[in-house]
């Protein structure tokens, strides 16, 4: 089965400019799109929360061709698109990007492909600790108050930044264990903000 996926950050954008696009990509091609998804919603919205997860992850199997006009359109951050196209590649879906020219499937390009983005988002979730941490500690030495107030509960926590990277990793069959210690944290803080993410 060939799905076409559009998607715009608003409701004031069209999704017409993208249908036709995918259509006449996939006429080149020698495809027929079977069925269309198309949602008006931001890129950085969890793809739980859009029809990107909770149709075309879903329903989708293997073999099936995914095509969409530009890999932008899976999400805004690398870490979320990385862990979108592992999700596809893992179960043999391919992804077919119109304006980037990728063809991403089971084979050892894709796979090479695959690790760059891993790779690239390992890197930029070590820059934004990095950045954090700079930030703190410059806040420190201007007198800054660090932290929640005295008896002021939480609404963000250390793992909060990583809310998306721990789902998809846990979908793939990550253990609870390596990948904690892949986020510094014990299995128990883990356990805790996934307790957190479940109830709110």
């Given at each position: 089965m060939v799905y076409g996926y559009i998607r715009v950050s608003t409701g004031h954008q069209n999704t017409e400019n993208q249908k036709m696009e995918i259509e006449r990509f996939c006429?080149?091609?020698s495809l027929k799109v079977d069925y269309w998804i198309e949602e008006k919603i931001s890129?950085?919205?969890?793809?739980?929360k859009r029809k990107l997860g909770k149709i075309l992850m879903n329903s989708s199997r293997k073999g099936d061709i995914?095509?969409?006009?530009?890999?932008?359109?899976?999400?805004?951050?690398l870490?979320?698109?990385?862990?979108?196209?592992q999700f596809f590649l893992d179960r043999e879906i391919k992804v077919w990007t119109i304006k980037d020219?990728?063809?991403l499937g089971n084979d050892i390009q894709s796979k090479v492909l695959a690790f760059a983005f891993g790779l690239s988002a390992e890197i930029e979730r070590k820059?934004?600790?990095?950045?954090?941490?700079?930030?703190?500690?410059?806040a420190r030495k201007e007198g800054k108050r660090i932290g929640?107030?005295?008896?002021?509960k939480s609404k963000k926590y250390k793992l909060s930044p990583y809310?998306?990277?721990?789902?998809?990793?846990?979908?793939?069959?990550?253990?609870?264990a390596s990948l904690a210690r892949e986020l510094g944290v014990t299995r128990s803080t883990l356990e805790n903000h996934l307790k957190r993410i479940m109830f709110n």
């Open positions: 006429k080149q091609k890129g950085t919205k969890s793809p739980e995914v095509v969409c006009t530009e890999i932008s359109r899976l999400g805004r951050s870490i979320m698109i990385m862990n979108i196209l020219g990728y063809r820059l934004i600790s990095e950045r954090t941490k700079i930030g703190l500690q410059r929640r107030k005295a008896g002021q809310d998306e990277y721990i789902k998809f990793q846990l979908i793939y069959g990550r253990t609870k």
